[in-house]
């Protein structure tokens, strides 16, 4: 795979509820832009056993540390690929047809 446009950073703490919304609705954009989704979870719930299940596209950085928000986001930063960096979090749900991922 050549090199991102955008890495899109998710972190993650206990989003068994919804992890796997967000990241379907972030696998489903309709964009010319190629994309790399890595969350980076320090759950202690299903979390991270339902992405390595469902979601074998998605990079999983999981800490058996606790991770603040802030430290989560720098080790995305430090994890990324892409030109660009999208932060959004496992509670939200990009809109497909929104044109969310566009970063010109």
Request: include cysteine; charge should be negative; charged fraction near 25%.
């Amino acid at each position: 795979m050549s090199r991102p446009d955008i890495s899109i950073v998710m972190p993650c703490f206990n989003e068994q509820a919804h992890v796997a919304d967000a990241l379907e609705a972030l696998l489903a954009q309709q964009t010319d832009y190629v994309y790399e989704i890595i969350v980076v979870d320090s759950s202690s719930d299903r979390t991270p056993k339902i992405i390595e299940s469902r979601f074998s596209d998605v990079t999983l950085f999981h800490s058996s540390t606790r991770l603040s928000c802030g430290a989560a986001r720098n080790q995305g930063i430090r994890m990324a690929a892409g030109e660009k960096i999208l932060f959004t979090d496992a509670d939200v749900r990009v809109p497909i047809d929104s044109h969310s991922i566009d970063v010109e």
